[in-house]
């Protein structure tokens, strides 16, 4: 996946206005088979895949270390064959050594599946546009789907997710087909879009990236992930769920940061490392950029719990920005306040 | 390959300069330089009327990538800003040589635009880096 096919900004709207496609074939897919499947998930990941009742549902999850802090984060798809997760790529390694490790004891299959290749078709013309190009038969199963849902094609899973904020589909299958299918979707006037614009567009979403969000020593508490954790049912243990009891308590002492949204009204971009200076202390900016759907700068930051008031040193100068919910652009829109 | 112009002068930090008939100069970026910063979004633009001297700070470029600042290659005296790029900052990516311009200054020392390169000596400056 190139950083940008020309210029990103372009990339950025395309996606927001019409449809693009993203070749994530890097992200890895891991299928987890088995009797206790169930049971496995439910002990390994902080969400409840108890909650998807039916094949195809899907949930975002994520995977705690004992500390309780972040490991990986992931979307897992309930298959008719038991489980399948889709994982970053940069913790291939030690999250299958994990998983693996954790099947001690539990009648599961965990494998790896380098050989299916994942694109994404996201923007508001995207279903639209793929429908062109599908049989009959998968047009109609497709367009009954809702958010978060999948449908299993033969040897293709087609699902309603995604990392910008718009509707849009993502298709898993055998790498053998990638290159004809991504030839007829730009046949289908659906652009390629790079990584530079799925960036923006997953920060105008507030949707975190794994390794600058977030990584092994964040709580989920403290990277706006606490309602991906499912606490109920109480009797159900899951690896880092003492930890995050724990991680509560100092939340509640005020000890535990907060990752929060920031808008820069003036002139200028945010930019990940940034420092910030609240009422309360001070943090840093994990993520930023310039909102092309916004024209103005906006930021993901971890900083003190209960900050009011909030400066970011931009090129020297203390500078004004706005707290707001880690929530930008949905659907083509402005949703914060 | 980037274009560089033959009737320009660029500094080694990516600035060209065109000698005016006024005694001014007008200075912007290279197109190898509009090129590696991507996406323009903000342009920071000096003060009328301000005096500068060679390799001074003058102007920010923030692409979506990185901020970046803008030296001014030779001494003297803003004499224009091209505001157009407030509103309008992906002109430097569309039009580096002509719309996309950053300032005008009055030349204090002509001998300044001698020590700065011509097109053969920045193409290779550029191949270098």
Known sequence: MPINYGSQIKEHNQVRSAAGVFDVSHMTVIDVSGEEAEKYLRYLLANDVAKLKETGHALYSTMLN???NVLDDLIVYHMTFGYRLVTNCATRTKVMRWMIHHTSGFGVSVEERPRLAILAVHGPQSIDKVCEILSDEYTQRIRKLSNFKGIELENWFVARTGYTGEKGLEFIFP??????????LLEADIKPIGLAARDTLRLEAGMNLYGQDMDESTSPL?????????YQPTDREFIGKPALIAHKLLRDEGKLPQLVGLVLEGRGVLREGQKVVTDKGNGFITSGS???????????ARIPINSESCKVDLRGTLTSVRIVKPNFVRFGKKVFE | MSNIPDDLRYAPTHEWIRKNDDGTATVGISDHAQY?????????LPEIGSTINAKDEVAVVESVKAASDIYSPVSGVIAAINNELLDAPETVNSSPYQDGWFFKVTIANEGELLKLMDKDSYSTHCEDE
């Open chain 1, 290 to 300: 310039f909102s092309p759907t916004l024209k103005q700068s906006i930021a993901l």
């Open chain 1, 175 to 184: 790498a053998s087909e990638a290159s004809e299918f991504w030839d007829s």
């Open chain 1, 222 to 230: 403290a990277a706006n992930l606490e309602k991906t954790i499912a």
């Open chain 2, 36 to 44: 590696a910063l991507g996406d323009i979004v903000f342009v920071e």
């Open chain 1, 66 to 68: 004992h500390e309780g």
